[in-house]
């Protein structure tokens, strides 16, 4: 696991949006793994930002989105399809029919959780998936106690993300109940996972996810599994870290290096 520790949102973001930037031009059809939320937002906005100054071709690059919530229709307001198109795909040169998220009306969900897995495997695999951390150590919508085994699936939603996310409808009725979202084990198989956390407010569950023990309590703990995986902290989220001084060590060696 590797632990890098910035200022502020803006230069974590920074060396995110650097790190796939600096894949897509290895592999210009890279499979990005993408998440939605608060966290991804300014990431998002520094791709844009990359794309529009200095010509970061996504033309072809496939994005699969971590989770979708069940019931709501791929244009609704607070539907993670139309989060991705608002915040992301639009503003850049994206090929729509690459771009995909798990359908939240589908009629037979065991099968959509299928094929969407196939159309990972299909693609070549996941090569950086993006993740944020929920206030209850949730990676996607995999809420505490998940199988850290899991494949994408329907999960019911903890009564904690129903309230974190009740911000983004007219009130926490409105917030539905379930979501299809990858598995633990399909977040696992990508080969390299960068999870964001900004805020004090994630200094906790970050501290545990990074240093505490591996358990399904803590989903985003089974990261500690992956062999590439690195946490993208602001100074508050890295508040209870206890190894600060050591992860501040290894970036600067990894600068040295680059
Ligand atoms: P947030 O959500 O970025 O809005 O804090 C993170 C998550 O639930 O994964």
Known sequence: MTVIVQ?????AARVAAQKIAQAMRKKPNLVLGLATGSTPLRLYEELIRLHKETGLDFSRVTTFNLDEYLGLPPDHPASYRRFMQDNFFSKINLNPNHTFVPDGLTQDITRHCREYEALIKSCGGIDIQVLGIGSDGHIGFNEPTSSLASRTRDKALAEQTRRDNARFFASLDEVPHGCITMGIGTILESRKCLLLAFGQNKARVVAEAVEGPV??????????????????VDEPAAANLKLRAYYDQAFANELLGS
């Not at 200022?7 to 230069?11: C, D, F, H, K, L």
């Not at 358990?215 to 993208?232: K, Y």
């Open 215 to 232: 358990t399904s309590m803590i989903p985003a703990s089974a990261l500690q599994f992956h062999a590439d995986a690195s946490f993208i």
């Open 7 to 11: 200022p502020t949102i803006a230069e």
